[in-house]
C-alpha cells in the first residue's frame, strides 16, 4: 500500500498540501492518511478527495501519540510515497512577552515533533519517495517579535538539509520548504492572538494553493530548500549575503512600517 503522509492536516498549508497530493497526476497512491488534532477537520477531506483518506488524530507533542504512529506504521507496514510534516506553531511578540508554555509548544511542535515523525517514518520511505519539511523564511536569520519561532525553524531548516544529504544515495527527495507569510490560513491570526501590534502590514504576503503548488514541484526537483515565491528568494538571498547584525535590525525596521 502506497501512502501520502501530512501533518498539521487540518487546516492552512497542511490542508493544501493533503488536497493538492490527491489529485498530483503520476503520484502513485492508495490512501491520504492525515494527522492532525481536530478529528473533526480531518473528516472533512474524505468529502474534497479521490483517494480514500484516514484520519488519525493524533497530539504530535504527546509521547503516546508517536508511539501510536509508529505502532501503526510497524502494523499497515505502508511503503510512503511523500511525507509532508506540516504541523507547527507560532506566536508573534518579544521574547520576554512569550510564555513558558508558548516557547515549550513551539519547540516540542516545530522541532521534536517534525523530527519524531520523519525518523518514524524513514523505515518506510523508498527510492522515489519525497520528504517536506515545513520550516519559514524565519528561519533565514535571527527575527526580532519571532524569536523562538525562528530559531525552530532554523533547527528544522538544518536537520531537513542534513536529511536530504544522508537520504540522496537512496534516491529519496527531501526538501525544507520556506514560505513567506500566508495570507489565508490560520496561522496570522492565531500567531497575533496576544501582541495583535507586533507586526503592522503583511505585504506581498502568498497563498496556500501557491506555496503548495511551487513547493511539490522543488521536491520532485529535489531542491533541499524550497523558497516557493519572489519574496521568499529575496529573503534567502539578502540573509545570505547580508550579516544578520544588518539583517536583524533591518527587520525590525520593516515590521514598523
Not at 217 to 244: Q, Y
Request: glycine content about 6%; hydrophobic content about 40%.
Amino acid at each position: 500500500m502506497k501512502i501520502a503522509l501530512v501533518t498539521g492536516a487540518s487546516s492552512g498549508l497542511g490542508r493544501e498540501f493533503a488536497r493538492q497530493l490527491d489529485r498530483e497526476s503520476g503520484l502513485e497512491l492508495d490512501e491520504l492518511w492525515v494527522i492532525a488534532r481536530r478529528e473533526n477537520r480531518l473528516a472533512e477531506l474524505k468529502l474534497c478527495c479521490a483517494h480514500p483518506v484516514r484520519p488519525l488524530p493524533m497530539d504530535l507533542t504527546r509521547r503516546e501519540s508517536i508511539e501510536e504512529l509508529k505502532a501503526l506504521l510497524e502494523r499497515e507496514r505502508p511503503e510512503i510515497s511523500v511525507l509532508v510534516c506540516a504541523a507547527g506553531l507560532g506566536k508573534i511578540g518579544r521574547t520576554w512577552e512569550i510564555s513558558d508554555r508558548d516557547n515549550e509548544a513551539m519547540i516540542e511542535l516545530n522541532c521534536k515533533a517534525a523530527v519524531d515523525v520523519t525518523c518514524a517514518c524513514l523505515p518506510y520511505l523508498y527510492r522515489g519517495s519525497r520528504v517536506l519539511e515545513l520550516c519559514s523564511t524565519a528561519g533565514f536569520q535571527p527575527m526580532p517579535e519571532l524569536n523562538v519561532y525562528a530559531a525552530t525553524k532554523a533547527f528544522l531548516q538544518s536537520f531537513t538539509k542534513t536529511l536530504h544529504y544522508e537520504l540522496r544515495g537512496r534516491g529519496i527527495h527531501v526538501t525544507a520548504v520556506c514560505p513567506y507569510w500566508v495570507k489565508d490560513t490560520e496561522f496570522i491570526p492565531k500567531a497575533k492572538e496576544h501582541e495583535p501590534g507586533g507586526f503592522r502590514h503583511f505585504p506581498l504576503a502568498s497563498r496556500a494553493r501557491n506555496v503548495v503548488r511551487w513547493a511539490l514541484v522543488d521536491s520532485r526537483l529535489n531542491l533541499w530548500v524550497s523558497a516557493p515565491g519572489p519574496v521568499c528568494m529575496l529573503h534567502r538571498l539578502t540573509a545570505k549575503f547580508i550579516p544578520h547584525f544588518i539583517m536583524v535590525p533591518l527587520m525590525d525596521l520593516l515590521r514598523r512600517l
